[in-house]
């Protein structure tokens, strides 16, 4: 699995839940660890850079992904 976040910004525009759709399909195609660090990276990114993006997409709801792979 190579996905990068732009691949997922460019398929989700909105930044809507649609995101942890994105990663959960993704998931089916690739390791966790990449998956988590995907994550890990949309998050920091979101938070650096749009604050209230980052309330909006559910940060809750990437958390919780990045919980359930990592145990």
């Known amino acids: ?3 990068k976040i732009v691949d997922v910004l460019n398929n989700e525009p ?3 839940g649609g ?3 994105v990663i959960a ?4 195609k690739g390791p966790k ?3 988590i660090v995907l994550c890990v990276e ?3 990114m979101l938070l650096k850079n749009c604050p209230l993006m980052y309330e909006h997409i559910g940060s809750k709801k990437l958390m919780t ?3 359930n792979l990592a145990t």
């Open 65 to 67: 992904v990045i919980f």
């Open 14 to 16: 909105s930044l809507g």
């Open 33 to 35: 660890h990449e998956v």
């Open 19 to 21: 995101v942890v759709d």
């Open 42 to 44: 949309l998050l920091e």
């Open 1 to 3: 699995m190579n996905l």
């Open 25 to 28: 399909t993704k998931l089916m």
